[in-house]
């Protein structure tokens, strides 16, 4: 799972900050947004507006802040109008960057994404320069005090996760997105708390940053991801055990 686990894993040692806070629900919002102008406003019957709600309640987004983001979405609260766009390029040490924006305005993301990635090290791509690398798969994160590896296993294997990880002091499962939703509710039934789920691009090949570079690279994608048209970041580097603890003190 490469720069999907890694990253995971600093982001979960970092502290939030109010800021950082306001600027996640701004997207979140965005997500539920578009999954309702797209599908309707009934999660019950749009999937993908359900995940956008799961995705906000588990950052602690107050419920009238989300019934309003679907009443954008439905037209019933104005309209509001985004579009996606997907960037691709490289970072220090030539790993791939796959960058998922929403945004109102392509004219102003477009550049600014370039200037992030020339400013930190890395460089805009062509359209699939890199995302032929990548395959979409569910992954889901438990803690490894929620549960053993053994019980994680046998739910993995009869509900169609096809791996599992143990990645410092959690469990990460992967799974095609067509067993996402059975396996987060086999967990859910076992009364394991699921510390993230998400339909995710996991790389095929990774390339291991060592040093200034992993530094570099870590701040790149920190930079992204503070832009606000910004939704996932997703790349394919590896860093070593002492460079994840060094940088996550």
Known sequence: MAGHSHWARIKRAKSVTDARRGRLWSKLARAVIVAARSGGGDPEA?????????AAKAENMPKDTIDRAIKKGTGE???VSYEELVYEGYGPGGAAILCRTLTDNRNRTAPEIKRIL?????KLGSSNCVAWMFSQRGVIVVAQTETDEDTLTNIALEHGADDLESAGDAFELSCDPDAFEALRQALADANIKIESAEISMLPSS?????GQQAERMLKLIETLEDHDDV???YS??????????RLTE
């Open 46 to 54: 749009n999937l993908s507006l359900r995940y956008a709600i799961d």
């Open 77 to 79: 609260l104005g309209s």
């Open 118 to 122: 020339e400013g930190r090290g890395g």
């Open 206 to 210: 990774t390339v291991t940053l060592k």
């Open 231 to 233: 939704q996932q970041v």
């Open 236 to 245: 394919n580097f590896e860093i070593s055990e002492a460079d994840l603890a």
